[in-house]
């Protein structure tokens, strides 16, 4: 048996050294340099803040399930963290990004192809039958930090999808929960509209005996039932704010419209105030700690993505710059062939084997264009994290404005309630006894119900903005 071998080209030892001796000057180049993080968010990031404990550890490093304490909206949230469409949306967009960063990963590794080919000849009635099992290998040699920059723009890739479906969980779960408190707020506003329905329908009432005895015109009764009505449009108008409201909750859940079971918000008293866990927080100064700037890039899925951008963005301009570098490609083949000698079998051994240097010098200037693209990308990237951190500090400062707003109206309008009340029980009892016409009657309900649906309404406004401050911090991730 004969055993054929190719002359092995471009291959020796001053070659490899010389190659050598290239690539660790190529070092100082930096075509291997890694990302570095970006800095710390500056001190002044949340801007003049009061009455909140700054610095220490801040109060996004809770759970969602220990920030929000109700049994039944923790099952909601489960519930819609485990169905939703756009949080599975991005679970597949990571599992995606895993599997592109495998595939960078494998380029490492040499190809390998088994292509047998046969032909049959025949020339002047002579055939001539030939064949080749060769298998074929190839592998690119990562001299000039091609293939690892890619594959570092993968994991950059990966992350970034990873800090998406944060981003996607954590708005879920803020959703959710305002959600819920819309639903409990609605549920007082119409606690708070049914009782008043009541009232003012006994005061109707009374309004019509004064009329019928003598005593009050029909004006005051015509004004007295126009009032009365009015409340009536408004609990139709609560409860079908109540049924949008559950509808939105089915969507997040990828269900179909369905009744949202939750807590009673508060008593249905007049004079009780409304209560609410996260709602009240908002006068918890030792709770509302917001830490220092810093954590919160570290906890923040959005900034954290920004910066993963960045990363993609360097080392995409790296490879940029490794593609004006020479690329070298060591290919082998291995087989049998019965050459052109008639069929024999076994056929002759074949080994081939090539080192292959590719040196771009004009490529009608696509790789200059493919550079200065990346490192535009790369600057555009980096003006987008600064506006980043600039609006996360900006949301944080909003949301401990909202919640100092809330909590200083909040004595203001419980103590209108109880003037009001006590303003609503003395003028009746004075129209009971004709001491007081429609007119004081008709404002003093008014009033009451006014103060009422802005107490409810404030309260909630509270919840809203310890929610907010708890996402802008970065919480709700985990």
Not at 27 to 39: A, M, S, T
Not at 53 to 78: H, K, Y
Not at 204 to 212: A, I, M, R, S, V
Request: charged share 20%; with cysteine; hydrophobic share 40%.
């Amino acid at each position: 048996m004969m055993i054929k071998v190719n002359k092995l080209h471009l291959i020796n030892n001053s070659f490899i050294i010389s190659l050598l001796g290239f690539s660790v000057a190529l070092g100082g180049c930096g075509l291997y340099d890694k990302y570095e993080q970006q800095p710390q968010a500056p001190a002044e990031a949340f801007g003049m803040i009061q009455d909140v404990t700054v610095g220490g550890e801040s109060l996004a490093a809770m759970s969602w399930r220990e920030f929000f304490t109700d049994p039944m909206l923790q099952n909601l949230i489960e519930q819609v963290l485990a169905n939703n469409t756009d949080l599975n949306s991005a679970r597949i967009a990571v599992e995606k990004s895993e599997t592109s960063l495998k595939a960078a990963k494998m380029a490492y590794l040499p190809s390998l192809y088994f292509s047998p080919q046969g032909q049959i000849t025949n020339f002047n009635d002579v055939t001539t039958k030939t064949y080749s099992l060769p298998l074929q290998l190839s592998m690119d040699v990562d001299v000039f930090g091609s293939i690892t920059n890619k594959k570092r723009a993968s994991q950059a890739v990966l992350l970034q999808a990873q800090m998406r479906e944060e981003a996607v969980r954590t708005n879920l779960v803020s959703t959710v929960a305002q959600q819920y408190y819309m639903l409990q707020l609605l549920d007082r506003q119409l606690d708070i509209l049914t009782m008043t329905d009541s009232l003012w329908s006994a005061s109707l009432e009374t309004q019509k005996t004064l009329w019928e005895n003598g005593k009050a015109y029909s004006t005051a009764v015509n004004q007295m039932e126009s009032s009365y009505l009015n409340v009536k449009t408004q609990i139709v108008d609560v409860r079908r704010n109540i049924r949008a409201t559950e509808n939105a909750i089915s969507r997040l859940l990828a269900d179909t419209p369905q009744q949202i079971e939750r807590k009673k918000w508060g008593s249905s008293a007049l004079k009780d105030r409304p209560q609410n866990t996260v709602g009240q927080r908002m006068f918890d100064l030792q709770f509302l700690r917001v830490g220092v700037p810093a954590s919160m890039l570290e906890l923040r899925p959005d900034i954290r993505m920004a910066n993963h951008a960045m990363e993609e963005a360097f080392y995409n301009m790296q490879a940029a710059r490794a593609a004006f570098f020479p690329s070298i490609t060591l290919s082998g083949t291995a087989g049998w062939s019965n050459g052109s000698a008639g069929t024999v079998n076994p056929g002759k051994l074949m080994l081939n084997a090539l080192a292959q240097l590719s040196q771009p010098i004009f490529a009608r200037g696509k790789l200059k264009a493919n550079l200065k693209i990346s490192q535009l990308t790369q600057e555009d990237l980096q003006k987008k994290y600064v506006q980043t951190v600039i609006d996360a500090g900006n949301q944080v400062n909003e949301a401990i404005a909202d919640c100092q707003a809330a909590r200083e109206k909040y004595a203001y309008y419980h103590r209108q309630v109880q003037v009001l009340y006590d303003a609503y029980a003395g003028t009746h009892e004075l129209m009971d006894n004709g001491k007081a016409n429609y007119i004081e009657v008709l404002t003093a309900q008014e009033n009451l119900l006014s103060a009422q649906l802005s107490e409810a309404t404030n309260m909630y406004k509270g919840a809203q903005a310890v929610i907010a401050l708890y996402i802008a911090l970065g919480g709700g991730a985990k």
